[in-house]
């Protein structure tokens, strides 16, 4: 049975600047056609902000839930907590998760609505890098052919990669191995890891990635924007333009 309700989960710390994009996206994916008599709420966890990131969500229309713990795994738990007071338990509920600097296709919201509808439990969605002023040249180039290197030549690609900015997974399921982890770093594959562990049915997928920011100064350290500088680093990529 596909879901009669979906909520968007997106922790933000310090993105006034990216957030309306991310939330724009998420609004577009929200009127697909194939949603018509799907309800969607979208919560933004601000965590420790100290800018203009809830007025931003605020005038976006969204609901807002403020942490303060530096915690993306708390921060998503907490959009996730308020998704589920919102809509009244896990029932026909399906969580999807973004963030706050990246943006998701017209399509995403109907795309895992669709796979909960053949009875997956989860989709764990592939991401690419953006182009754009806070990439250095060539660096998207470079992370899609080492992000890529397993993808067959034919057929589906399983994947080994997971990503909090394109995740999504059953209420019920998510609740049965108590949620996203409160740990600083990880906490999207502590989920995957929990949800296989308990037999739920996971699937990995490329069909429909979400477009992530390419900087270099990220927001969690230890991430995947740490990851991007240590390419752009190792490959030697320029840096002009880049902001300080």
């Not at 998503?76 to 973004?98: D, F």
Request: aromatic share 4%.
């Amino acid at each position: 049975m596909r879901p009669r309700s979906l909520a968007v989960l997106v922790p933000a710390h310090n993105e006034q600047e990216l957030l309306p994009a991310s939330l724009a996206a998420i609004r577009a994916a929200a009127r697909h056609p194939a949603l018509r008599q799907v309800r969607v709420v979208t919560v933004v966890a601000a965590d420790a902000c100290s800018d203009g990131t809830v007025a931003a969500a605020l005038s976006a229309g969204v609901q807002v839930v403020r942490t303060g713990d530096r915690n993306v795994g708390l921060a998503r738990a907490a959009a996730a907590h308020r998704a589920l007071e919102t809509l009244g338990g896990p029932e026909g509920l399906w969580l999807a998760s973004t963030d706050a600097d990246s943006v998701v296709p017209p399509d995403w919201l109907a795309f895992q609505h669709a796979r909960a509808g053949e009875g997956w439990d989860a989709v764990v969605g592939t991401v690419a890098v953006a182009h754009g002023p806070h990439t250095p040249p060539g660096l998207a180039a470079r992370h899609q052919l080492r992000y890529g290197a397993s993808r067959p030549q034919r057929g589906a690609w399983h994947h080994p990669h997971v990503h909090g900015a394109n995740l999504g997974v059953a209420a019920h399921a998510y609740l049965t191995v108590g949620g996203f982890p409160p740990v600083p770093l990880s906490e999207d594959h502590g989920l995957v890891a929990a949800l296989v562990g308990r037999g739920h049915r996971v699937l990995r997928t490329a069909d429909c990635p979400v477009t992530t920011s390419g900087r270099l100064r990220p927001r969690a350290r230890g991430g995947f924007g740490d990851h991007l500088a240590a390419l752009a680093s190792r490959e030697k990529l320029p840096r002009e333009g880049l902001p300080r």
